[in-house]
């Protein structure tokens, strides 16, 4: 048996998710590792959303166009709350609202996240293990000169517009790894091509995380091409941190610990020999997912590459 620990963030990580699952080959046991750092209380529910975007992209339910949300889902209640002075810059669908109902009805009843997050998987089909990394509170804030705020209010509220000097994943000194991550990344890691400050960030500052994956054989995909990230803010959390945001940077960032950077083949060659002169295998390939086609080929030139 071959166990493979996926890291995984929110929209950009779901689609090579969803090509691993179906890509996985018989001795292979995958665990999807999500991120919990953009986890935020609203409405007074506990919302998951890296969790939520995994459970849906794993069982086709998810909105594909969007990257998060039930597809075709309805903002009824979301409008409703909004004329009783709800907030309402995030866009919590109904049918998405439903999980996370249903999630706070179990936490105040005692349940984990990773046991809440086993019943959603067992009853929406889904073979493979999906781990919260921790079942504590972690949440990701962006400092500003506006101040403190979690990451939703930074990324979804003000669509990054206010200049981030530092990032706090507030509560990880205090938190555990769920039981059984470190168990999963002992021997093979793929991290998806993900937001490493905001969506790896916050797994990988967990106690012993990083120590554990020295010892195994990590792939990551990078994020980027040239300067740009396949989606969200990676760039401004990444230049207002004083890191490169490029390829190089993610390298950079996960050096203790990554065997080989995937990088896209549209890439500088100038970027592969930095990688490789930080000791790190680079791999040129297509990395951009459009269709089932080029995240089944992916997918299996990464499962190849463990
Ligand atoms: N992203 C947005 O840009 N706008 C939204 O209104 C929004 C709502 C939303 C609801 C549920 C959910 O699971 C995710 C949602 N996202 C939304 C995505 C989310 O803010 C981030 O992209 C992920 O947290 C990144 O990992």
């Not at 919302?47 to 009824?76: E, H, M, N, T």
């Not at 400092?143 to 939703?152: C, D, E, N, P, V």
């Not at 205090?174 to 039981?179: F, L, T």
Request: one cysteine or more.
């Amino acid at each position: 048996l071959s166990r493979i620990a996926v890291l995984c963030g929110g929209t950009g990580s779901s689609k090579f998710a969803k090509a691993l699952a179906s890509q996985r080959r018989d001795n292979d046991e995958l665990s999807f590792v999500a991120n919990v750092g953009d986890n935020f209380w609203h409405y007074g529910l506990y919302i998951c959303p890296d969790v939520d975007i995994l459970i849906y992209a794993l069982s086709d339910q998810l909105d594909r166009s969007k990257g998060w949300g039930v597809s075709s889902d309805s903002f009824v209640v979301k409008d409703r709350l909004a004329l009783e002075s709800a907030p309402d810059w995030f866009s919590l669908g109904d049918k998405d609202l439903t999980m996370s109902i249903r999630r706070a009805e179990l936490i105040a009843r005692g349940w984990t996240l990773a046991s809440i997050t086993e019943l959603f998987c067992s009853l929406f089909g889904i073979k493979d293990q999906v781990i919260p990394a921790t079942n504590d509170n972690v949440q990701t804030f962006v400092r500003t000169r506006l101040g403190s705020m979690h990451l939703q209010e930074f990324w979804v509220k003000y669509r990054a517009s206010h200049l981030p000097t530092a990032v706090d994943y507030v509560g990880v000194d205090r938190a555990i790894p769920a039981e059984g991550l470190l168990e999963t990344l002992k021997e093979k890691v793929i991290i998806c091509p993900a937001n490493p400050v905001t969506s790896i960030g916050p797994t990988i500052a967990l106690g012993r995380v990083k120590k554990t994956m020295e010892k195994a054989k990590v792939v990551a995909v990078s994020p980027f091409i040239g300067s740009r990230p396949l989606s969200g803010p990676a760039y401004s959390l990444m230049m207002g941190l004083g890191i490169e945001p490029s390829s190089l940077g993610v390298a950079k960032m996960y050096s203790s610990f990554l065997t080989v950077l995937v990088v896209d083949g549209k890439e500088d060659q100038s970027i592969a020999t930095k990688v490789k002169d930080l000791g790190i295998e680079c791999v040129k390939t297509d990395t951009i997912v459009s269709d089932d086609e080029s995240g089944k080929r992916i997918a299996n030139e990464l499962l190849g590459l463990l």
